[in-house]
């Protein structure tokens, strides 16, 4: 069974410029998750879908960022400006259902200067 | 998060020594996770504890449960370097799952 998809794994920006990123879930999995880990910390969640619904995006930056999962598959996360302390690790998971085990993918680090 | 915290923050060991790594929650414990990550990694679902006492193993890592204290801790048992990574601990508040910071852990051989 393929695990979660990310694209790119590694992205290098100026402050003010636009970046996103793509999640290709398990196939089958219901439930998307976007988190952000910042160095030294566990990863926080941003967002979550229930196939293309939004269940939770409390803790997104909704001035910047914004994230989509049309037809309930993949997903994107998109930053626009992006600022330093956005600098991070972006995480991608997937669960069958909500509340269930989550796998990870192998996450995009983005690098803000 | 501040609803769990790890310690200790981090640990360096000899090969083959054991270790233990401690998660309390200030909520009530109901299903707790405990993942691994490898630098510049994905999380690795280690496993998951569900209620008080409740103990699991993977390989050479134990996991338990004690809701009393609200806390989980995890041992490894004759430490090697295949278990050098960040582990961290999840639970599920408010329909979210939080994590705590993470214990990095680095095994000399």
């Known amino acids: 069974e393929a695990g979660v998809a990310q694209s790119p794994r590694y992205k290098i920006i100026e402050k003010r410029q636009s970046v996103a990123f793509w999640c290709n879930p398990i196939?089958?999995?219901?439930?998307l998750y976007w988190y952000q880990q910042i160095l030294g910390q566990g990863p926080k969640l941003l967002i979550q879908f229930q196939n293309n619904g939004v269940v939770d995006d409390s803790q997104l930056p909704k001035d910047r960022f914004s994230a989509e999962r049309l037809k309930g598959v993949d997903s994107t996360l998109k930053i626009q400006p992006a600022k330093l302390e956005d600098s991070a690790v972006y995480l991608c998971?997937?669960?069958?259902?909500?509340?269930?085990?989550?796998?990870f993918g192998p996450g995009t680090r983005l690098t803000v200067t | 998060s501040q609803e769990l915290e790890q310690s200790p923050q981090s640990l360096i060991v000899q090969e083959g020594k054991n270790l233990t790594i401690n998660c309390t929650s200030s909520?009530?414990?109901?299903?707790l996770y405990w993942y691994k990550q490898k630098y510049g990694e994905g999380l690795i679902f280690l496993m998951m504890l569900q209620k008080g006492g409740e103990e699991k193993s993977h390989e050479k890592i134990t996991a338990k449960l004690d809701e009393k204290k609200q806390q989980s801790s995890l041992h490894i048992t004759a430490s090697q370097p295949s278990h050098a990574g960040i582990y961290l601990c999840?639970?599920?508040?408010?329909?979210?799952?939080?994590f705590g910071a993470g214990t990095i852990l680095r095994v000399k051989s």
């Open positions: 999840g639970l599920y508040y408010g329909n979210k799952l939080v």
């Open positions: 909520k009530t414990l109901y299903g």
């Open positions: 998971a997937s669960s069958l259902v909500d509340l269930y085990e989550q796998y």
């Open positions: 196939s089958g999995h219901a439930t």
